[in-house]
């Protein structure tokens, strides 16, 4: 069965960094781009960024772009999202999610972590 | 950016009626090999997102089959044949078409 496991969540002050993490199982890790989504209290959904399987392609989206590093180690199966420049605005629940390179479908998502942006 | 659009923002549906949520792009889905990379998932209460429909149509695997997703180009639409209480939550369409996706603003289900 496939399963993403998160960690590393948490409160921070602005302007601080955090830095999450998943750890996949069930699935050839190394096969796969790797997405990260958020949601803000009582708001939507909001692609935040993937990589692809060897970490040589990495997107975001522009509200995160330059703060936001996506990163993984196929041999941890692990992803991670380093976040920089924190931002109340930042505050959300992550979810990281199998990308699925044929269909780009996300079949897998992790359970969430919150993170918390406040002086 | 493609901006998806869903309407209606909410929905309350009587047991065993149908229920359809349409989602617009602002830019054509369709792409060159032929698919549509439209998608649609749901977001139960305290759960993450779950897949229902991928590339406009498919089902996702052990997806029930009142569930159907529809359209071409700009204009989308999931169609629920006969809504059941496990249905409640908010649904989102997405796009694959490019980056960034990007997701509509969710339309909220709930039951009679």
């Known amino acids: 069965e496939m399963q993403l496991v998160q960690s590393g969540g948490g409160l921070v002050q602005p302007g601080g960094s955090l830095r999450l993490s998943c750890v996949a199982s069930g699935f050839i890790f190394s096969d796969d781009w790797m997405t990260w989504v958020r949601q803000a209290p009582g708001k939507g959904l909001e692609w935040v960024g993937n990589?692809?399987?060897?970490?040589?392609?990495?997107n975001y989206v522009d509200s995160v772009r330059g703060r936001f590093t996506i990163s993984r180690d196929n041999a941890k199966s692990s992803v991670y999202l380093q976040l920089d420049s924190l931002r109340p605005e930042d505050t959300a629940v992550y979810y990281c999610?199998?990308?699925?390179?044929?269909?780009?479908?996300?079949?897998?998502w992790g359970q969430g972590t919150l993170v918390t942006v406040s002086s | 950016d493609i901006v998806m659009t869903q309407t209606p923002l909410s929905l309350s549906v009587t047991p065993g009626q149908p229920a359809s949520i349409s989602c617009k792009s602002s830019?054509?889905?369709?792409?060159?090999?032929?698919?549509?990379?439209l998608y649609w998932y749901l977001q139960k209460p305290g759960q993450p997102p779950q897949l229902l429909i991928y590339?406009?149509?498919n089902r996702f695997s052990g997806v029930p089959d009142r569930f159907s997703g529809s359209g071409s180009g700009t204009d989308f639409t999931l169609k629920i044949s006969r809504v059941e209480a496990e249905d409640v939550g908010v649904y989102y369409c997405?796009?694959?078409?490019?980056?960034?996706?990007?997701f509509g603003q969710g339309t909220k289900v709930e039951i009679k």
């Open positions: 990589i692809n399987q060897r970490g040589s392609e990495i």
């Open positions: 999610a199998r990308d699925d390179r044929s269909t780009f479908l996300f079949d897998c």
């Open positions: 830019q054509n889905l369709l792409q060159r090999d032929g698919k549509t990379y």
């Open positions: 590339e406009l149509s």
């Open positions: 997405m796009h694959s078409f490019q980056h960034p996706r990007t």
